[in-house]
């Protein structure tokens, strides 16, 4: 499979792997930000937020569960083919 994957010209392994890591950073960063969220035990979770149409930070919160997991998994595949590309 990774013989199929394109070849960057000019983009050694660092050069991809400089674009992939800032990514999972702000992912990481944003997971944190909504675990520090939900975890605040002053924050109701049912409440319905005075700007929607009934939703709550539970419903969002697994919403972006849900959301994260799916790019989570494209960023490992992403990284391990790249990984596998290039015999790392």
Do not use: C, W
Not at 31 to 57: I, K, W, Y
Not at 60 to 73: K, R, T
């Amino acid at each position: 499979m990774a013989d199929r994957i394109p070849t960057l010209p000019g983009a050694p392994l660092n050069v991809i792997e400089s674009k992939i890591d800032p990514t999972s950073a702000r992912f990481e960063k944003n997971m944190r930000a909504m675990a520090e969220l939900v975890s605040d035990e002053s924050v109701d979770l049912m409440t319905p937020f005075a700007h929607g149409d009934g939703q709550n930070l539970l419903r969002e919160a697994l919403v972006l569960a849900a959301h994260n997991s799916y790019h989570l998994g494209q960023l490992v595949f992403l990284k391990k083919l790249l990984l596998d590309k290039h015999g790392k």
